[in-house]
T-cell receptor, first 114, second 113 residues
């Protein structure tokens, strides 16, 4: 059984650019959630995808968008990057929505915006 | 707005020295409280779920308890490998989605040999 895989592991982008982060969910999991974790902070909920539809969203602007594919993998897209977007982006998959104890987190993508 | 506050921010203990980490919360309806462990450069690893006041869960040297306003993570006779950041999170009906979790900032625990 494979866990959650995220790519790339590290990324450096320039302010104003766009970025795409990728996540492969754990086998048997159909729900993917994305979190942003700034240095020294706890993760903050960005949004969740279930069966290829956005299933809930935290307090993030529309320039944060996502996709989920038929194989349940997911992408997080961030447009018009700002310096404050520098953070660890975590993907978590779960067997279904509504069960926080079913989360399996990936190791994250470290994004640095310069 | 849901709030989760963890204390202390950092804690340094000697090996074998027991202690407790605190997670206090202010929420509009608690569906679940979760404890995670996070090692440097890694994603959070699930430890416990607590659903109602009075509930307790144990795993090796860790024990989590829950009241109506706070949760404690008790660490008994810790070892250096218990060093990590411990995160508390709550799940509420207003959590921004089906189960958007609200996390605290974490407690950075260091166990010295």
């Amino acid at each position: 059984e494979t866990g959650v895989t995220q790519s790339p592991t590290h990324l450096i982008k320039t302010r104003g650019q766009q970025v795409t982060l990728r996540c492969s969910s754990q086998s048997g999991h159909n729900t993917v959630s994305w979190y942003q974790q700034a240095l020294g902070q706890g993760p903050q909920f960005i949004f969740q995808y279930y069966r290829e539809e956005e299933n809930g969203r935290g307090n993030f602007p529309p320039r944060f968008s996502g996709l989920q594919f038929p194989n349940y993998s997911s992408e997080l897209n961030v447009n018009a990057l700002e310096l404050d977007d520098s953070a660890l982006y975590l993907c978590a998959s779960s067997p279904r929505p509504g069960r926080g104890d079913g989360y399996t987190f990936g190791s994250g993508t470290r994004l640095t915006v310069v | 707005e849901d709030q989760v506050t963890q204390s202390p921010e950092a804690l340094r203990l000697q090996e074998g020295e027991s202690s407790s980490l605190n997670c206090s919360y202010t929420v509009s309806g608690l569906r679940g409280l979760f404890w995670y462990r996070q090692d440097p450069g890694k994603g959070p690893e699930f430890l416990f779920t607590l659903y109602s006041a009075g509930e307790e869960k144990e795993k090796e040297r860790l024990k989590a308890t829950l009241t109506k306003k706070e949760s404690f993570l008790h660490i008994t006779a810790p070892k250096p490998e218990d060093s990590a950041t411990y995160l508390c999170a709550v799940q509420t009906p207003s959590g921004g989605g089906a189960d958007g979790l609200t996390f605290g900032k974490g407690t950075h625990l260091i166990i010295q040999p």
